[in-house]
């Protein structure tokens, strides 16, 4: 297990490479430190203290700290109390060799092949402890709100750490054989920068987008940057290109293959964000009264998907007290999703538009998708591939007699 020693700081509003950055310790990793080492603690307990950050990388001989900037540091917070400087230090270097101790025992064998690798460790806190993190387990469900991919701890893999969220707007702008997220809840501290010697820590309601990309099933990028929108004109933000920076790689243990994806993910990621930045602007763009319902297409003769669809948006749109004017598919043909990198065909999906008129006597143009599955020698049942809010020239507000 990698433990690392973080630095905690908020991130400021503008994400860039030049950010000055301040204390060595976290607070609670202080805490850590000085923390007694109770021998009728609980097996847990014992456990978590292991494993908690702040000392050594558990793993390595090699330090991401000195011992001596731990003293400077320990020297800071007591500057007149010699002896409990010392005590505290003799406490740190126990810890460090009870780390040593419990990783020589366990070993990695113990890993099981469900947890993959991150490229650079993460760090999080629980309690009075801070944790590091190199292996996590991804697990992507479907869930009231939406397609989810969320991170698992190997500390506790039962514990979503970190939760990714997709809409069918980012989903479609996605590279063909990928999914972009964006994350909706956890924090963590990370390095940044070229050389990686900087530390930041993110978390949801910040002012820089922290975003994901699912490339494989068992290959999810992490990435952050500033961002331009904050959802306004009801479009997804893009992120400033020359701020993007790649957090970590999720997946395998191969060093060669993070340092490839390191390099090959920054283009896929940016290739998304450019969609998103065209997207946004077409929005900027629209007026109220130019948003009129597209042409029908081939697929409209379809009945039973046409009816399918039908059911699905008002069953959609009747929870928020809408109601359905018109609705037609719009796709001519089946589009093919195919993996980006491997070729294989995952799903077959159609578009259609909807107008509604909400409980305000607002009315709107929407979009809607219809996927199905490829189950290695056909396709599967209908899929409802949620509403498009975001996708432009969907989520426009326009005039009713328009919509009907």
Same mark, same amino acid.
């Given at each position: 297990?990698?433990? $690392?020693?973080?630095?905690? !700081?908020a991130?400021?509003?503008?994400?860039?490479?030049?950010?000055?950055?301040?204390?060595?310790?976290?607070?609670?990793?202080?805490a850590? =430190? @000085?923390?007694e =080492?109770? *021998?009728?603690?609980?097996?847990?307990?014992?456990?978590?203290d292991?494993e908690?950050?702040?000392?050594?990388?558990?793993?390595?001989?090699?330090?991401?700290?000195?011992?001596?900037?731990?003293?400077?540091?320990?020297?800071?917070?007591?500057?007149?109390?010699?002896?409990?400087?010392?005590?505290?230090?003799?406490?740190?270097?126990e810890?460090?060799?009870?780390?040593?101790?419990?990783?020589?025992e366990?070993?990695?064998?113990?890993?099981?092949?469900?947890? !993959?690798?991150l490229?650079?460790?993460?760090?999080y806190?629980?309690?009075t402890?801070?944790?590091?993190?190199?292996?996590?387990?991804?697990?992507?469900?479907?869930?009231?709100k939406?397609?989810?991919?969320?991170?698992? *701890?190997?500390?506790?893999?039962e514990?979503?750490?970190?939760?990714?969220?997709?809409?069918?707007?980012?989903e479609?702008?996605?590279?063909?054989?990928?999914v972009?997220?964006?994350?909706?809840?956890?924090?963590f501290?990370?390095?940044?920068?070229?050389?990686?010697s900087?530390?930041m @820590?993110?978390?949801t309601?910040? *002012?820089?987008?922290?975003?994901g990309?699912?490339?494989?099933?068992?290959?999810f990028?992490?990435?952050?940057?500033?961002?331009?929108?904050?959802?306004?004109?009801?479009?997804?933000?893009?992120?400033?290109?020359?701020?993007?920076?790649? !957090?970590? &790689?999720?997946?395998a243990?191969?060093?060669?293959l993070?340092? @490839?994806w390191?390099?090959?993910?920054?283009?896929?990621?940016?290739?998304?964000e450019?969609?998103?930045?065209?997207?946004?602007?077409?929005?900027?763009?629209a007026k109220q009264?130019s948003?009129?319902?597209?042409?029908?297409?081939?697929?409209?003769?379809?009945?039973?998907?046409?009816?399918?669809a039908?059911?699905?948006?008002k @069953?959609t $749109?009747?929870?928020?007290?809408?109601?359905?004017?018109?609705?037609?598919?719009?796709?001519?043909?089946?589009n &093919?999703?195919?993996?980006k990198?491997?070729?294989? &065909?995952?799903?077959?999906?159609?578009?259609?538009? /909807?107008?509604?008129?909400?409980?305000?006597n607002?009315?709107?143009?929407?979009?809607?998708?219809?996927?199905?599955?490829?189950?290695?020698?056909?396709?599967?049942?209908?899929? /409802?591939?949620?509403? $498009?809010?975001?996708?432009?020239?969907y989520?426009? $507000?326009?005039?009713?007699?328009?919509a009907?």
């Open positions: 297990m990698k433990n $690392i020693l973080f630095i905690s !700081l991130v400021v509003s503008s994400f860039t490479a030049q950010a000055q950055f301040g204390k060595i310790l976290k607070k609670k990793v202080k850590a =430190i @000085e923390k =080492i109770d *021998p009728k603690s609980s097996t847990k307990e014992n456990k978590q292991q908690a950050t702040g000392l050594v990388k558990s793993n390595s001989n090699q330090q991401e700290y000195s011992d001596e900037e731990v003293r400077q540091e320990l020297a800071k917070k007591y500057p007149n109390d010699k002896a409990k400087q010392d005590l505290y230090y003799k406490k740190y270097q810890k460090k060799k009870e780390q040593a101790s419990a990783v020589q366990t070993g990695s064998s113990a890993i099981g092949d469900e947890f !993959l690798y490229s650079y460790p993460f760090a806190s629980s309690g402890s801070a944790y590091g993190v190199d292996r996590v387990m991804l697990r992507r469900q479907m869930t009231d939406g397609d989810n991919v969320d991170i698992l *701890p190997y500390q506790d893999p514990y979503a750490w970190l939760r990714f969220l997709t809409t069918p707007d980012l479609t702008m996605s590279p063909e054989g990928t972009g997220y964006e994350m909706v809840s956890g924090m501290t990370t390095k940044v920068g070229p050389d990686r900087q530390v @820590e993110f978390g309601g910040r *002012p820089v987008l922290v975003r990309m699912l490339i494989d099933k068992d290959l990028v992490v990435y952050a940057g500033s961002h331009v929108g904050g959802h306004a004109f009801n479009v997804p933000s893009y992120m400033n290109q020359e701020d993007i920076t790649v !957090l970590n &790689i999720v997946g243990g191969d060093p060669q993070h340092q @490839e390191l390099v090959k993910s920054k283009d896929i990621v940016k290739e998304f450019a969609s998103l930045q065209e997207n946004y602007k077409k929005a900027q763009m009264g948003i009129k319902m597209p042409s029908s297409g081939s697929m409209n003769s379809n009945a039973d998907l046409l009816s399918f039908t059911k699905k948006v @069953e $749109i009747q929870k928020d007290g809408a109601q359905l004017l018109k609705i037609h598919i719009e796709s001519n043909d089946w &093919i999703v195919r993996n990198y491997t070729g294989h &065909i995952m799903y077959r999906w159609i578009k259609g538009a /909807f107008t509604e008129k909400n409980k305000n607002d009315c709107y143009l929407q979009g809607f998708l219809i996927k199905q599955p490829y189950t290695g020698s056909g396709y599967g049942s209908s899929q /409802f591939g949620g509403v $498009i809010h975001g996708q432009m020239p989520g426009q $507000i326009m005039n009713c007699d328009n009907q």
